[in-house]
């Protein structure tokens, strides 16, 4: 079974623009790789925007609620002292924790959130068994169409990948 093909490209303009071609011919599920970031790349590839923000919203929101309703638990429910006079249900008390586990919960979400959509830790990729692939970290450019695209023909995809003036085109093997 094939994982895909994969093109190298000498520099990172030519890579954006073999992503926006490939884009406006159809392909959907591709991926680029670049030894340092490359900010056009993104758009040009046609990756949705994250769902991160949201995660992490919804992680902050209960982890500010589950800190509240713990303090109300022991508070009111399990452990009830009046001390002083003072009201069993005293919020302004409880407001700091409240806010820290928030934060806590947040910055979880987000480095959990992170590696879960990012699919890490990833100890192995069909892209690893392409010979110049090892250049990707340094110097080379690659843009890979995978085989599950529903564009994906093995002999078109190579025909168009070579119309783009690619170093070399390899086919990636599962």
């Given at each position: 079974m094939i994982h895909g093909l994969i093109a190298d490209f000498d520099t990172p303009t030519a890579l954006v623009e073999a992503a926006e071609q490939a884009y406006r011919n159809g392909y959907r599920k591709m991926d680029a790789y670049s030894p340092y970031p490359i900010e056009e790349l993104h758009e040009a590839l046609g990756t949705p925007h994250?769902?991160?923000?949201?995660?992490?919203?919804?992680?902050?929101?209960?982890?500010?609620?589950?800190?509240?309703?713990?303090?109300?638990?022991?508070?009111?429910?399990?452990?009830?002292?009046?001390?002083?006079?003072?009201?069993?249900?005293?919020?302004?008390?409880?407001?700091?924790?409240?806010?820290?586990?928030?934060?806590?919960a947040s910055a979880l979400t987000a480095v959990f959130g992170m590696l879960a959509l990012n699919g890490l830790p990833q100890p192995y990729h069909p892209v690893f068994n392409v010979a110049s692939f090892a250049k990707a970290s340094s110097t080379r450019f690659f843009l890979c169409i995978e085989a599950r695209d529903p564009n994906f023909h093995a002999e078109n995809t190579r025909r168009f990948l070579e119309t783009l003036n690619p170093s070399e085109v390899t086919t990636v093997e599962d």
């Amino acid at each position: 079974m094939i994982h895909g093909l994969i093109a190298d490209f000498d520099t990172p303009t030519a890579l954006v623009e073999a992503a926006e071609q490939a884009y406006r011919n159809g392909y959907r599920k591709m991926d680029a790789y670049s030894p340092y970031p490359i900010e056009e790349l993104h758009e040009a590839l046609g990756t949705p925007h994250t769902r991160l923000p949201l995660l992490v919203l919804c992680g902050g929101l209960l982890g500010g609620l589950g800190g509240y309703a713990l303090q109300y638990w022991t508070s009111v429910i399990g452990y009830p002292l009046s001390i002083g006079g003072k009201p069993l249900h005293s919020w302004p008390a409880f407001i700091p924790i409240t806010y820290e586990c928030t934060i806590l919960a947040s910055a979880l979400t987000a480095v959990f959130g992170m590696l879960a959509l990012n699919g890490l830790p990833q100890p192995y990729h069909p892209v690893f068994n392409v010979a110049s692939f090892a250049k990707a970290s340094s110097t080379r450019f690659f843009l890979c169409i995978e085989a599950r695209d529903p564009n994906f023909h093995a002999e078109n995809t190579r025909r168009f990948l070579e119309t783009l003036n690619p170093s070399e085109v390899t086919t990636v093997e599962d």
